[in-house]
């Protein structure tokens, strides 16, 4: 007789991912990882020239390295 695997991953149960190991971040992850205000995060992606702004649909998510290397670059924000 064969055995019928189920591999299915069950969605409704959520998983942890260290803020750190994240690809894209929601702003209040990113002002909560940077010490940067939400509004101030939010007022740099609505820049044209953002390039650390990952649009999904009306979202709008930070791009973790990338906000990173801006963060670097920059003296005052």
Not at 3 to 24: A, F, G, L, Q
């Amino acid at each position: 007789m064969e055995k019928i695997v189920d591999d299915t991953i069950d969605m409704t149960e959520k998983v942890y991912v260290p803020i750190e190991k994240k690809i894209n971040l929601t702003i209040k992850e990113a002002a909560e990882y940077s010490n940067i205000g939400i509004n101030k995060i939010a007022e740099l992606l609505r820049n044209p020239m953002c390039n650390f702004v990952l649009y999904i649909g009306n979202r709008k998510l930070v791009k973790r390295k990338e906000f990173e290397q801006y963060l670097s670059s920059v003296r005052e924000i």
